[in-house]
């Protein structure tokens, strides 16, 4: 029995982006698609530790308590 297939709306940037991911000129959007889930199921999901970490750190970008590279650079005399 054939799997049931689906139609799916993305942006065009994101299509676009999928074309660049092609290994041969005619390669079907399946293939590159079922590659990229196959790359994401070998992936190991972050920790919810991790999530606060970069939830704090996007707080922090927020309140503007952070350092440019320009900024460590001069205070560090590496430029």
């Known amino acids: 029995m054939p799997e049931e297939t689906t139609t799916i709306e993305i942006f065009a940037s994101d299509r676009d982006r999928l ?5 041969y000129p005619r390669e079907p959007y399946r293939s590159r698609v079922c590659r990229l889930l196959e790359q994401a199921e070998d992936c ?12 704090a750190s996007l ?3 927020r309140r503007g308590e952070f350092v440019t590279h320009e900024a460590l650079k001069r205070d560090l005399g590496i430029e």
């Open 19 to 23: 074309n660049r991911l092609r290994r």
């Open 59 to 61: 707080d922090d970008i």
């Open 44 to 55: 190991e999901p972050l920790s919810l530790e991790t999530i606060a970490d970069i939830q």
